[in-house]
């Protein structure tokens, strides 16, 4: 493909697109790469050298590009088949269709010399007028005189003969390339305007005319709900006060931005609002007096319009400008129709891509969230890598709600060293229930039991506290939905409870059977002020945990093959996600559709595929970027996995479970018994060659996925780094390299120190801890001067011996080099002293980390009203501004046109105008104007995860009556950015 002769054209484009021309060498081998069936994952980690370092984003993009030209090359070999087959294929229409690098341009110019026939053309064609038609065009015949077949023709006809030739003649108008050129030049200067006004039926609600449900029969509208986009769904309130922006819009469609026209087709297919397209008026008049021009057609504008006859005589006199100038008026109509809807089209195309780079945006710092086991204990022996199990991760979670309790579940993740047999064990071993029940803060007394079957009910602190001391849990986990404010305080009260002296006591708990009591693990609770811990129960605090989704994933396929109805009512599942969502955030977002996660920006809108694909790109790079466990993650990860498809998925999975066809679980265990290695289930993976035996997985889809799965405890170390297998040989021998120049060094540094000997003892070892300090800054400082790697290269390249000791560094740059031996220090490989000059560079590809909470913060608030100020979380980014959750705060607003007080709970975030945080911006800058207020130029300062401290400026409640009739209150909160 890349011989092709449009590949130089899609190399500029690309070059445009990612760099400019000084990246175009880069970009060609990129696309090389892509041919070659390497992944971007693969190509953006170990060939960045070849590719200049590409960011991983645009080689997503240049991905999409060769994957649209790859299509195209199919596309115009059809079509040029079907030109060939029709004899309109000429030599210069081949150079022509050679130059497209897009379908569109492809389709746009078949049209201009395909064979159109439709029922309107067959009845044309039969004047046989097309001649007289070309030569008028020409100019070669001024008038055309009705013969008498054609005037036979025309009264069995519903056409004229005039109507005939003027139809050939805009036909072939419209086709023409430069007219279509100029009309889209004048469309450019001339955008099209869109208007909307509501549809009869929400017209009709808006006057108030249709207040009940006996009304909107009456007026003839359907009562019950419909299917979307129909425009004849039952009007309601709360969507005419959602799109009350949008009631009456008429602009050009350049001054739409992207939120906008999603706004506004989001309303038509509720069928809120009616869209109208039109052209300027300007437009058409400049394109039709092109025409004019280019066939030298005399047209007098004062003149009146000429009416013709439907049925001419024999002998009546045609006029060639008649003719073209009603022709050059039906080829405007119909390119300014089809221009209008291109525009409308690519505009919510654009709309669309802007949406979803706004979506990645915020689902970015969303699914590389820290796992817990970070959080607690560092990165322990299971790295980074996502999926991989902790060694005794217990998690409380606590999914909010008010009329029917606050749910809770206590979990243990896969990888656990607990005894849970007593539990209720998922399917795939993915996590333990061990205990689960309900919240109620009353007085009122539920049945209750402890047993595992059964849900238990609790109504105090004190009783939650039992539970996190009988199960050691480690954390609690608690969603920002409805009643989080709530539950939080709960918590933290039976956090504090667990640390007081009346735990000590041996009263009998008050909700335990006599049969089954709770058993305290440890004696001792207090608090640890230090250390923020519960001394007794390990308990580091709880963390508010984002729920969006959760619901969606409780009603999944894949929760109901988790968790059976059987085994677990499907009102708990969503806590058990919520507490795995601080357990490992990543492994369990990636079972949510995108699109429900509750970032991004009318995402649940992107229909077209080519868009779908970009946030699937966001979360394949969020994988492979972590890591994953290839003995402990789920099917779900593993299908993210660079290189791997479904098929693949299915076999790691039958492998690991010892029923793989291919006899890799027998290899596995026959190396597991020479080596003498720990015990481990049938067909556990115990190096990432164990791969290359699972069915399917060739050496291509070894290449692919290899660097982005983790064996840990197995036979090879190098199998829990980021580094490829392809380089294991250069790693070990770099680390032979580092030791001997490391042991040269000591031994050029102690010979001196022993001259010293008369010395005081304190001096000798300052001094030889200063020199040493000074040969690893030789070894390992690359920014100050030649680094140790360089050296290494410049010694390889001026040594002539047959036994090149630097043989395997003569294929690899010093980046490359620096890379790998960064992943050495990353996977404490390499020795002690090189890890701890470099530890500053040693960090995990997470962007945040959950905030650990043993008490409420002290400005904690139960109320909100307009002037307060409170602490939230950034959860959305869009361009028009940021959704910051305010902890389901209870809201106290005037209510428009009353002066009474209105109660309500903040179930919707309040809204940052991207203007207000740019001004704040702009203040803390001294008065420096920030670089722009859209998402992605503000990417650095407001992102998902961020604490933010905000004034509540204003509460809407229009539309908070209106929308209490489906459960949800409309207000809302405008915030300001302190």
Known sequence: MSRDPAFPILLEECATLAGGPSKKQYISVALNLLEEDHTVPFIARYRREQTGDIPVNDLYELQRKWADFIATIKLRTSRLTALETSGRCTEEVRRAFFECTTKDELDELYAAYKEVKTAKSELISA???????????????????????????????????????????????????????????????????????????????????????????KAGVASKPVKSGTGESAPKMSELHKYKDYHSVNRRITQLAAHQLLAIRRGKEAGVLAISLS?????????????????KVFYNAAAPARDHPTAEKVGYRIGRDDVLCTASKEAVSKLCASL???????????????????????????????????????????????????????????????????????????????????????????????????????????????????????????????????????????????????????????????????????????????????????????????????????????AVVSEAGASVYSASERAREEFPPNM???????????????????????????ASLGVGMYQH????????????????????VVGVDVNTASADLLRYVSGL??????????????????????????KISAKKANSAAPGRLMSLADLRGVKGIGPKTFSNCAGFLRVYDGTEPLDATNIHPDDYALAREMLKIYKKEQASSEDAILPDAKKSKKKDKSDKKERQEEAMSESKEDINASAKGTSFWEQC???????????????????????????????????????????SLSSSSIKGPYMSTPKLLQRLPADFQAKIEVGS??????????????????????????????GGKSKGKASCDGLLHSSKYRDCLNKRAGGAKAPGNTAMSMASEIYVGREVKVKIISIDDAGAGGGKSDGHDKRRISLDLL
């Open 127 to 217: 004047f046989s007028v097309g001649a007289v038609a070309d030569d008028m065009m020409q100019g070669k015949q001024k008038f055309y005189v009705v013969t008498q077949e054609a005037a036979d023709i025309a009264k069995s006809s519903k056409y004229s003969v005039f109507d005939a030739i003027s139809y050939h003649c805009a036909a072939t108008m419209a086709s023409d390339l430069s007219i279509k050129d100029h009309a889209k030049d004048q469309f450019s200067r001339h955008p099209t305007i869109v208007t909307t006004t509501l549809t009869t039926a929400y017209k009709n609600l808006q006057k108030g005319s249709l207040s009940s449900d006996k009304d909107k029969n």
């Open 279 to 295: 052209s300027d008026e300007a437009a058409k008049d400049h394109l039709f007096r092109f025409i004019n021009r280019k066939y």
């Open 340 to 542: 209008t809807k291109k525009q409308w089209k690519d505009a919510i195309t654009a709309a669309e891509i802007e949406a979803a780079e706004v979506f990645s945006i915020s689902l970015r710092p969303l699914l590389l969230t820290a796992p817990l086991r970070t959080v607690i204990g560092g990165e322990s022996s299971t790295g980074w890598a996502a999926g991989a199990g902790s060694a005794a991760t217990v998690v409380c979670a606590v999914d909010p709600g008010f009329a029917h309790g606050h749910k809770w579940v206590v979990l243990a993740q896969a990888g656990s060293k607990l005894n849970v047999a007593e539990g209720l064990q998922a399917q795939g071993n993915e996590t333990s229930i061990l205990s689960y029940g309900k919240i109620f803060e009353s007085s009122t007394k539920h049945s209750s039991s402890s047993n595992n079957s059964s849900p238990l009910m609790l109504s105090s602190p004190a009783q939650l506290a039992e539970v996190l001391v009988r199960y050691n849990v480690t954390a609690v986990a608690i969603g920002n939905g409805t009643g989080s404010r709530e539950a939080q305080a709960f918590v933290s009260a039976a956090l504090e409870h667990a640390a007081s002296s009346d735990q000590h006591s041996s009263k009998p708990s008050s909700f335990s059977s006599d049969s089954n009591k709770l058993k305290r693990k440890h004696a001792d609770l207090e608090l640890d002020h230090s250390t923020n811990t519960v001394k007794g129960i390990g308990c580091v605090g709880y």
């Open 568 to 594: 677990l009512d499907i009102a708990y599942v969503g806590a058990v996600s919520i507490g795995r969502r601080l357990v490992d955030p990543l492994s369990e977002l990636i079972k949510v559709q995108p």
């Open 605 to 624: 809108d992107l229909s077209d595929k080519g868009i779908t694909d970009r946030l699937r790109n966001v979360v394949e790079d969020c994988v492979n």
């Open 645 to 670: 498809n479904d098929s693949n998925v299915k076999e790691i999975m039958a492998h690991r479970s010892g029923s793989s066809a291919s006899g890799g679980a027998e290899s596995s265990t026959k």
């Open 793 to 835: 290269l410049s010694a390889a390249a001026e040594t002539g011996a047959k036994k090149d000791p630097y043989a395997l560094l003569r294929a690899k740059s010093v980046v490359e080099l620096e890379q790998i031996w960064t992943w050495l220090l990353e996977a404490r490989l390499a020795p002690s002293s090189a890890s």
């Open 869 to 898: 100020v409170v602490q939230g979380v950034i959860r959305n980014v869009t361009t028009f501004g940021a959704f910051v959750d305010l902890g389901g705060v209870e809201i106290q607003s005037t209510e428009s046109g009353s």
